[in-house]
């Protein structure tokens, strides 16, 4: 089975946009402030988490 190694950061970042369009979605319907810390963190660790598995490594 050949490496697919384009899925997951691509999944991750899609994630990254659905997670920052529910912090926002929460935010503005008074969502209580914890809820939107929380997933706007989980929106900055996604992005995060897909642009560093695409940059080059040493491979080891």
């Known amino acids: 089975m050949p490496p ?9 970042l899609i ?3 659905v ?7 929460l ?3 008074g ?3 914890g809820a939107v810390i929380v997933t706007a ?3 900055v660790l996604a ?7 695409l940059l080059p490594g040493d491979g080891s």
């Open 4 to 12: 697919v190694s384009g899925v997951l950061p691509t999944l991750l």
């Open 15 to 17: 994630l990254a946009g």
């Open 19 to 25: 997670l920052v369009g529910g912090a926002l979605s």
């Open 27 to 29: 935010h503005r319907q």
């Open 31 to 33: 969502a209580p402030r």
């Open 41 to 43: 963190l989980l929106a």
């Open 47 to 53: 992005t995060a988490a897909g642009v560093l598995w």
